[in-house]
């Protein structure tokens, strides 16, 4: 049986849609590193998926550890954020997880315990809608006075 199928489900069905995630903010893989963490801080976003010219995810900038190499002297501001991203793996033996707006919360919450966020896509992952986080699921959970 599926997680999401369980009587104790706490999320009572939802589906990520019901987050309401604000659409995605992506960037592509030759940006700036002084840009990108100049657009995270004013979006107020943690990690940012990198895309390729085809609009392809190819992993995520992690904006902390991206602002630290740049303090350090480490990264340059001019330098192109795919330089200092973490790669998506896509081997055969760690199949893609598929996060789209009708993915069950429960399913969400799964996926999450081993990843720091997900991206939400269309069905043929073309695209990325929105980016999903613990703490998204957690405010789910508050706003609708849900408990375990």
Known sequence: MLPSLLPMDKYRGAVVEDLQLPPAFS??????????????????FS???????????????????????????I???????????TKFNRKASEPYTLVTPDTPLADLAE??????????TDYDRKFVLA????????????RRGISD
């Open 47 to 73: 990690q940012i998926p990198v895309l390729n010219s085809k609009r392809r995810p190819l992993g995520y900038v992690d904006v902390a550890a991206l602002k630290a190499k740049w303090e350090a002297g």
């Open 75 to 85: 990264a340059q501001p001019s330098d192109s954020v795919v330089k200092y991203m």
């Open 111 to 120: 996926f999450l315990r081993d990843n720091l966020f997900a991206l939400v």
């Open 27 to 44: 960037l592509p893989s030759h940006e700036s590193i002084s840009r990108a963490i100049q657009l995270a801080y004013d979006r107020d």
């Open 131 to 142: 980016v999903a986080t613990s703490q998204d699921l957690d405010n789910f959970v508050s």
